[in-house]
């Protein structure tokens, strides 16, 4: 029966694992803008097309109404030359004008955004690891910081300081994935150096008194492969988003 479970375990591990990489590797938008979002210093070519145009059929009008009113008096070479050249500087100010407009930038949603969506992802994982080993945790009967703890799916080495961890990272992943682009890479940055630390914390010291949060090698590497997971997302996604967020609140 515990190896059942045990192996229960590490195959919805393996899953787990398994569809985030998928998703991360196999998703068009890893590292560019998500679809609701529009970078800046990109103009629309549709709206520059369309605005010089106008601004065209405007300034042939204007010409045209100028020359119609003049049409009865004698006007010399150097007024159309004059006329003409005030035309052209009234068609450029409105086309750098209309190229030096930004674009609105919007928050990517969950789906659009590879690092929100793996801080919700990793959040309710942890969730789940994290609330279920706190019925768990005591099967050793340790105490909070104990080498001795209980098993989770007979699997993972806990103690309930290690669940409580998992329980903090949860809600951390939560509330930067509910938030915004910025704050879940950043926050994946660091929680994945900081289980990277531990996985090898719980390397150098499973057998002994200094492991306080009862790792064992399944611990550390569920560890290394969600830290590596957080790092590369952090460091590879966003880039545009994070660009275009960052230069719309400069520009604010």
Request: aromatic share 8%; charged share 15%.
């Amino acid at each position: 029966m515990r190896s059942g479970v045990r192996v229960t375990g590490i195959v919805l591990l393996g899953v787990i694992v398994v569809g985030v990489v998928f998703r991360l590797l196999s998703g068009k938008r890893f590292g560019r803008s998500g679809s609701d979002t529009i970078p800046l210093g990109r103009p629309s070519g549709a709206g520059n097309a369309g605005l010089r145009s106008k601004a065209t059929a405007v300034l042939q009008q204007v010409s045209g109404q100028r020359d119609t009113g003049r049409s009865g008096t004698g006007t010399t070479a150097a007024d159309s030359v004059r006329e003409r050249r005030d035309d052209g500087q009234s068609y450029n100010a409105i086309v750098a004008q209309d190229e030096e407009t930004q674009v609105a930038v919007k928050e990517p949603s969950i789906t659009a955004s590879p690092n929100r969506g793996l801080a919700m992802t990793a959040g309710m994982l942890f969730a789940i690891w994290g609330i279920l080993g706190f019925f768990f945790a005591q099967d050793g009967g340790g105490a909070f910081f104990s080498r001795s703890g209980g098993f989770l799916w007979n699997s993972f080495g806990l103690n309930p300081a290690l669940c409580g961890l998992w329980t903090i990272l949860a809600a951390a992943f939560f509330i930067v994935g509910l938030g915004n682009t910025i704050g879940s890479r950043t926050v994946n940055l660091v929680i994945g150096v900081v289980l990277l630390v531990l996985a090898v914390y719980g390397f150098v010291f499973s057998n002994t008194s200094a492991n306080v949060f009862a790792l064992n090698t399944t611990d550390n590497v569920f560890h290394v492969i969600v830290a590596v997971v957080l790092l590369l997302t952090a460091l590879g996604a966003d880039k545009e988003n994070i660009r275009a967020l960052r230069a719309a609140g400069a520009r604010a």
